[in-house]
């Protein structure tokens, strides 16, 4: 079983950083490692993902903003988010990968990320 830990939310205002990070209990090799967010009454959305082999996909709206990285010997995934807007406000979870037999996903509990004046 693999639990995620994720920590750096919290308020911010409009045009500021934060970074998230993302610590996965555990020596299991995790293939994709990534960050979701959902805001209140909306579904949830990719926001940004990175595979162990380094490929990376952003969601639409934070592409050129938002910055995925990951420490692969720490089980570690960050999220630099840069010129942060109110429409980024959101609970922004964790997601991870695992491809066996079959892909197992695990995710956080979550953190919250508000941007407000």
């Known amino acids: 079983q693999v639990q995620l830990v994720e920590s750096g939310g919290g308020l911010v205002q409009p045009g500021g950083s934060l970074r998230l990070s993302c610590a996965a209990s555990?020596?299991?090799?995790?293939?994709?490692m990534g960050w979701y967010r959902q805001a209140p009454g909306k579904e949830r959305e990719l926001v940004a993902l990175l595979t162990t082999g380094g490929s990376t996909d952003y969601g639409d709206s934070v592409k050129g903003r938002f910055t995925i990285s990951r420490d692969n010997a720490k089980n570690t995934v960050y999220l630099q988010m840069n010129s942060l807007k109110p429409e980024d406000t959101a609970v922004y979870y964790c997601?991870?990968?695992?491809?066996?037999?079959?892909?197992?996903?695990?995710w956080g509990q979550g953190t919250q990320v508000t941007v407000s004046s």
């Open positions: 997601k991870a990968s695992q491809w066996a037999n079959r892909v197992y996903d695990y």
């Open positions: 555990g020596s299991i090799l995790l293939n994709v």
